[in-house]
């Protein structure tokens, strides 16, 4: 069967210090994969999604990059991080498909990211 | 830009009661999906629908989707202190292998 690994759970960080947040997938190949970001009782923004090695789609401008190193890794990640980046990371897969988003998405468990 | 909202927004029942969110886009929709996010978890896939007027049972939900694929329903019957959390409704963006979710609607459930 299918995982998702996402960690850490909780982060705890300074303004102005670097974020690498890494999420796995495993029993699956060539996933699509997401990171969306949930501030407090909010909504799913979409950050960044890729349907490949390599490729990177970024949906809203702002503090944070992503790459995806192999077919089953995401990385999320800040050269310097802004108390704005505060919030709830949740890296998501889904089966490639073969027509445009008609498979479902399955969330890792997040990373709480608190920034003093 | 598309769009997808949610109402309520809140929502607090008695056990027992019943209760609806209603998820609209602006958009027409190819597919919606439906996912529960429990206090302190992640979003859960609950359901995929994909034609026009669709009704699918999961126990005591029911999920409806509209007639003209831009809007859907989530109704839970006789709800119980397991069905807190919120409640989000996902559409595809056309061309993309991306959602865009809805605003959510959570549910409280007092026993």
């Known amino acids: 069967s299918q995982t998702i690994h996402q960690w850490p759970a909780t982060l705890v960080q300074p303004v102005g210090s670097p974020l690498s947040l890494e999420c796995t997938v495993e029993?699956?190949?060539?996933?699509?994969l997401y990171w969306y970001r949930q501030a407090a009782g909010r909504g799913l923004q979409l950050l960044f999604y890729?349907?490949?090695?390599?490729?990177i789609s970024s949906e809203v401008p702002q503090n944070l990059s992503a790459s995806r190193p192999q077919d089953r890794q995401f990385i999320l990640s800040s050269k310097k991080l802004l108390l704005s980046d505060s919030g709830f990371y949740l890296c998501?897969?889904?089966?490639?498909?073969?027509?445009?988003?008609?498979?479902?998405?399955?969330f890792g468990d997040g990373t709480r990211l608190s920034i003093l | 830009g598309q769009q997808v909202m949610q109402i309520p927004q809140y929502q607090h029942v008695q056990e027992g009661e019943d209760f609806t969110t209603y998820c609209n886009s602006s958009?027409?929709?190819?597919?919606i999906q439906w996912y529960k996010q429990r206090p302190g978890g992640h979003p859960v896939f609950l359901i995929q629908?994909?034609?026009?007027?669709e009704v699918k049972k999961q126990k005591r939900l029911t999920f409806q989707f509209g007639e003209a694929k831009k809007n859907s329903s989530l109704h839970i019957t006789a709800t119980q202190t397991t069905d807190v959390g919120t409640y989000f409704c996902?559409?595809?963006?056309?061309?993309?292998?991306?959602?865009?979710f809805g605003t959510g609607t959570r549910l409280k459930v007092l026993a």
């Open positions: 998501a897969w889904s089966g490639a498909g073969l027509v445009y988003s008609n498979q479902p998405q399955h």
């Open positions: 029993g699956t190949s060539n996933p699509n």
């Open positions: 890729s349907v490949g090695i390599g490729q």
């Open positions: 958009t027409t929709l190819s597919n």
């Open positions: 629908l994909v034609k026009s007027g």
């Open positions: 996902a559409g595809p963006v056309w061309g993309t292998y991306k959602y865009i």
